[in-house]
Nanobody
Framework: QVQLVESGGGLVQPGGSLRLSCTVS????????MGWYRQAPGKQHEFVAG???????NYAASVEGRFTASRDNAKNTMYLQMNSLKPDDTAVYYC????????WGRGTQVTVAS
């Protein structure tokens, strides 16, 4: 069964930090690159960060230097450490496989506001 379960979102002030987690079913996670995506109200899903099975990362320009993606392959879990958050980062955040998009999970809401 395909499973993508995001967690860790919340309300944070500008400049604050959050750490998102995503638990993924083995059939998706094992040996595959994974990504973080976000969807702001009225917009399409936007790529945020990607991470290969070996841990090589890449980022959207808008989050480079502020966000860090990581993964624990033994736990089928990936993470997104978000620092120096801005109001423009407000969105629902999702994880998904890179290159073979699966049905979206429920996502986790991140709201950056004072």
């Amino acid at each position: 069964q395909v499973q993508l379960v995001e967690s860790g979102g919340g309300l944070v002030q500008p400049g604050g930090s959050l750490r998102l987690s995503c638990t993924v079913s083995t059939s998706i996670f094992h040996n595959n690159a994974m990504g973080w995506y976000r969807q702001a109200p009225g917009k399409q899903h936007e790529f945020v960060a990607g991470i290969t099975y070996g841990g090589i990362t890449n980022y959207a320009a808008s989050v480079e230097g502020r966000f860090t993606a990581s993964r624990d392959n033994a736990k089928n879990t990936m993470y997104l450490q978000m620092n120096s958050l801005k109001p423009d980062d407000t969105a629902v955040y999702y994880c998904n496989q890179v290159g073979n998009r699966r049905p979206w999970g429920r996502g986790t809401q991140v709201t950056v506001a004072s």
